[in-house]
């Protein structure tokens, strides 16, 4: 990495989430260079310690931990913890008794879901882990080869994680000295990429790094109008990627595409290697339990479950990502012992077609929601089904108190008219519970339309293909 990004720059620049950074760092490759039998047992320190502080500090576990019996010593990382999952309704509906004690609400960090599988939530972080999860990543990033200084185009579908109107001074630190150039975009048509191209043919960009929708539209555009440039490292994160869209991507670009992995909740916690055989799950960072759901034609499938090893602030212990995911059934050619995902089956997100060929990509709706969702009293899941070109179909559940109902009703469809630049024709269904797909997943958002005669259309919608139906998960 660049000494003087790591040790000078960021630090000084960004001390709220890379203060300490280079001995952060350290403390990462000091861990990928020790023996399997080392990091085995850092992990199993790890875990027992934040089991240890979950049980002395906060009082949902507490009450959790004695009702299962279980204490923090009894803990194995070879084996399932014997407790119950954490699901979003925890987080939902006791915030203040899963904060930790030993802080102070403001020494936390608030943030929240992005909500593609139920409403929103919002939870905490303490700084320290968030300075860790930070370090984490850039680590994870030098996998491939993508180094902080290295010139980076981000093609990025949440504008709440890039600068929306960013001062010069923010603009000269990103653009000039990171050179990390932003491209954000809620609704992905040709003006918005070859906005993209425009960027990507000036910038001449060393990484992509983008959202696997948006990634897999943009190789569709540059395919059709051509490119003189070619990066060396293309990153997807924050969706699956077909195999058909992993083809294009590459073919377009000539690399192969690295996938991440992470979530709001816990991080980014796992990368491809340079061998691309699967996602790798860091243990330095998280202690990862796979629980079989049944098969798909990809193989089993297992819920993905993440006790995350950094965040003190707020513990996610057990929890449930909602995502589904099949096991590769051989160790990587990298050598590393880490756990391995062959495949992310959930977290496909289809998008709202638009009459012009355009796509609001179902990412783009989850954050929506998720600026939204936190205020909401009644509303608990929502799915939206496109019926045609002009018309969503709104499956909602509720919860207990359901008084708020119809107001934030009407506030989630002015919201999505406004994302559209058009009001649509909405029909609303109550449901008791949105129901998930094969694959084990919920998906926000369902297109039911035959894809346009668009190439990019196309790109962007899963696609279809039988698959057996699977045990629920349970509730």
Same mark, same amino acid.
Request: charged fraction near 20%.
């Given at each position: 990495m660049s000494i003087f990004h790591t040790h000078m720059l960021l630090p000084l620049a960004e001390p709220e989430r890379h203060a300490g950074l280079p001995a952060r760092l350290r403390a990462i490759r000091r861990f990928e260079r020790s023996s399997d039998k080392v990091q085995r047992a850092a992990q199993q320190q790890r875990l027992q310690r934040i089991l240890d502080h979950a049980y002395n500090t906060v009082p949902f576990y507490r009450q959790r931990f004695d009702d299962a019996g279980f204490r923090p010593s009894d803990a194995r990382v070879d084996r399932p913890l014997p407790l119950p999952v954490l699901k979003r309704d925890d987080l939902r509906d006791g915030v203040s008794a899963l904060l930790s004690s030993s802080y102070r609400l403001q020494d936390l960090r608030r943030a929240g879901s992005s909500g593609t599988t139920s409403t929103p939530i919002q939870f905490y972080r303490d700084i320290e882990g968030l300075? /860790?999860?930070?370090? &984490?990543?850039?680590?994870?990033?030098?996998?491939?080869?993508?180094?902080?200084?290295d010139s980076v185009l981000m093609l990025w579908g949440a504008h709440r994680d890039l600068a929306m109107q960013p001062s010069w001074r923010w603009r000269?630190?990103?653009?000039?000295?990171?050179?990390?150039?932003?491209?954000?975009?809620?609704?992905? /048509?040709?003006?918005? &990429?070859?906005?993209?191209r425009e960027r990507y043919e000036t910038r001449r960009p060393?990484?992509?790094?983008?959202?696997?929708t948006v990634l897999a539209a943009f190789a569709a555009f540059m395919q059709r109008r051509g490119m003189t440039h070619r990066p060396t490292?293309?990153?997807a994160t924050a969706e699956v990627m077909n195999d058909e869209n992993r083809k294009l991507v590459e073919s377009v670009f000539g690399v192969p595409v690295t996938m991440h992995y992470g979530s709001r909740e816990v991080g980014m916690v796992a990368a491809e290697c340079l061998d691309h055989e699967g996602l790798h799950f860091h243990p330095w960072s998280s202690y990862v339990e796979f629980d079989p759901i049944g098969d798909t034609p990809d193989g089993p499938a297992y819920r993905l479950l993440i006790t995350d090893l950094l965040n003190y602030g707020q513990p996610f212990i057990r929890y449930d990502t909602g995502d589904c995911v099949t096991l590769s059934m051989q160790s990587c050619s990298c050598g590393r012992w880490f756990p391995m995902v062959s495949k992310i089956l959930g977290?496909?997100?289809?998008?709202i077609i638009l009459a012009d060929g355009g796509i609001v990509p179902g990412i783009t709706?989850?954050?929506?929601?998720?600026?939204?969702?936190?205020?909401?009293r009644s509303i608990a899941q929502v799915q939206f089904v496109q019926k045609s070109l002009h018309h969503i179909h709104l499956r909602y559940a509720v919860k207990e108190d359901s008084t708020a109902k119809q107001p934030e009703l009407d506030s989630i469809r002015t919201a999505i008219d406004a994302l559209m630049n058009q009001p649509m024709h909405w029909s609303l269904e109550q449901v008791a519970d949105i129901p998930r797909e094969r694959s084990g997943k919920i998906r926000l958002c369902v297109s039911e339309i035959p894809p346009p005669d668009s190439i990019l259309a196309n790109t962007l919608l899963t696609p279809k293909r039988p698959e057996p139906q699977l045990p629920e998960l349970a509730s």
């Open positions: 300075r /860790n999860k930070t370090a &984490l990543q850039l680590q994870l990033n030098s996998w491939s080869g993508y180094k902080p200084g000269f630190y990103e653009e000039t000295l990171m050179r990390c150039t932003p491209a954000p975009s809620g609704i992905i /048509n040709d003006e918005i &990429l070859e906005r993209f060393k990484v992509l790094y983008a959202y696997s490292t293309v990153i977290r496909v997100c289809e998008g709706l989850g954050t929506q929601m998720a600026q939204m969702g936190h205020t909401f």
